[in-house]
Nanobody, 126 residues
Framework: QVQLVESGGGLVQAGDSLELSCAVSGLKFGIYSIAWFRQSPGKEREFVAAASSGGGSRAYADSVRGRFTISKDNINNTGYLQMNMLKPEDTAVYYC???????????????????WGQGTQVTVSS
């Protein structure tokens, strides 16, 4: 049974940092690329960041580039999203997703990954 479990969300102030984690089980994480998406109330889900299976290739949305860093630990089967200089507009539910067929570029093209987590809420106050 494949499971993706996000954690690390919370309520922070603008300018603060958070690190989200995505614990993955039930698959060979080392051959899966990983991505983070987010969704705010009334808005469509949007791509945030993606990393290749080995972690060496990364892609970011323009809105987070330079502030967020995606990484994956293939030994501990965990993906991460380090979020710095948070802004109120970063408030959303954040989801991790994985695929063994998708490149980082493909995550930006509204192609459905193989598996999703349940999401973790991030709220940034001004």
């Amino acid at each position: 049974q494949v499971q993706l479990v996000e954690s690390g969300g919370g309520l922070v102030q603008a300018g603060d940092s958070l690190e989200l984690s995505c614990a993955v089980s039930g698959l060979k994480f080392g051959i899966y690329s990983i991505a983070w998406f987010r969704q705010s109330p009334g808005k469509e889900r949007e791509f945030v960041a993606a990393a290749s299976s080995g972690g060496g290739s990364r892609a970011y949305a323009d809105s987070v580039r330079g502030r967020f860093t995606i990484s994956k630990d293939n030994i501990n089967n965990t993906g991460y999203l380090q979020m710095n200089m948070l802004k109120p507009e970063d408030t959303a539910v954040y989801y991790c997703a994985v695929s063994d067929k998708m490149s980082t570029y493909m995550y930006t093209k509204n192609i459905e990954p193989d598996y999703w987590g349940q999401g973790t809420q991030v709220t940034v106050s001004s």
